[in-house]
């Protein structure tokens, strides 16, 4: 059975920073795209950061550009989101999420998802 377990999330202060972790199983994470989403109240989930496999095709949203950064870490089969001067608006559920992929191109919708993990960033 493939597995996303993520862990990292807490409560910190804005300006602080986090690192979120997806331990995958079941599934070879360099096969998939892979991508952080975000589910905050009141907003429908978003995606955060993508990954297709190395990191020149990472992708962010604009409003987490240059302070996130997502790492596929193949060797360790865990995704990574680091998190940067953090801010209030950045919190939420974050979840991680896989899909298939074929060479460059990412497939249909995301097949897998994990749990999630809570951020929480006070002003």
């Known amino acids: 059975a493939v597995q996303l377990g993520e862990s990292g999330g807490g409560s910190v202060e804005a300006g602080g920073s986090l690192r979120l972790s997806c331990v995958v199983s079941g599934l070879v994470i360099s096969d998939y795209c892979m991508a952080w989403r975000r589910q905050s109240p009141g907003k429908e989930r978003e995606e955060v950061a993508s990954i297709v496999h190395s990191d020149l095709t990472a992708k962010y949203t604009n409003s987490v550009k240059g302070r996130f950064a997502i790492i596929k870490a193949t060797a360790e089969n865990t995704l990574y989101l680091h998190m940067n001067s953090l801010k209030p608006e950045d919190s939420g559920m974050y979840y991680c999420?896989?899909?298939?992929?074929?060479?460059?191109?990412?497939?249909?919708?995301?097949?897998?998802w994990g749990q999630g993990t809570q951020v929480t960033v006070s002003s």
């Open positions: 999420a896989a899909r298939e992929r074929r060479r460059n191109y990412c497939l249909g919708q995301y097949e897998y």
